[in-house]
């Protein structure tokens, strides 16, 4: 687990939108440019605290993208965190 993590600090300084998009895309999400942005910038912002298991800051997206993409991406991080971290 502990490699997965190192691989993502010394790798989030490349993470593109682009990436993001194909993420997003590949597991079937519905979002808007705006919504990818601020998903992006939480990823940026946040991805330290999401490594160490701390979801408490997922409710900072909760008002700022659709309700029914935050519960996909809730979904999403649970089972990468269960499987991964």
């Not at 993420?23 to 079937?28: I, L, N, T």
């Not at 440019?33 to 408490?56: A, G, R, V």
């Amino acid at each position: 687990m502990i490699i997965i993590q190192d691989f993502i600090k010394n790798h989030i300084n490349y993470l593109t939108i682009n990436d993001l998009r194909r993420v997003a895309d590949k597991y079937e999400l519905k979002y808007s440019e705006d919504e990818l942005f601020t998903i992006y910038s939480f990823i940026k912002d946040y991805y330290q605290d999401l490594l160490m298991k701390n979801d408490k800051v997922l409710v900072l997206l909760k008002d700022k993208i659709n309700k029914d993409l935050y519960d996909k991406l809730i979904d999403l991080y649970v089972n990468i965190k269960d499987k991964y971290l």
